[in-house]
């Protein structure tokens, strides 16, 4: 089972499920990517929680996500140590 730690949080009226990948993730096909993002929200539900799961990861000394469009500006506005300071829970898959 693979394990997850996660920010599950509530922005602008949305709930939000941040989940750090490693940075390998963004080199993956799109296909793969929207694979991967699927079962993870899959999961999230299965799991209880409300939400849009947004997968972020490194890329260099930044960070990169897929999430809807009216959020990038939100996520354009983190830091990665702010990321890692909102992780709260630990999402379980598998």
């Known amino acids: ?44 539900r299965s799991a209880g929680l409300a939400g849009t799961v947004v997968p972020v990861w490194r890329v260099g000394s930044r960070h990169s996500f897929i999430a809807p469009t009216p959020w990038h500006p939100y996520f354009k506005s983190l830091s990665w140590n702010a990321i890692m300071s909102n992780l709260n829970k630990v999402l379980t898959c598998g």
């Open 1 to 44: 089972m693979a394990q997850y730690k996660i920010a599950h949080i509530r922005e602008q009226g949305q709930d939000i499920i941040i989940i750090p990948l490693g940075s390998d993730f963004g080199n993956k096909p799109s296909s793969t990517q929207e694979g991967i993002i699927e079962s993870l929200q899959l999961c999230a």
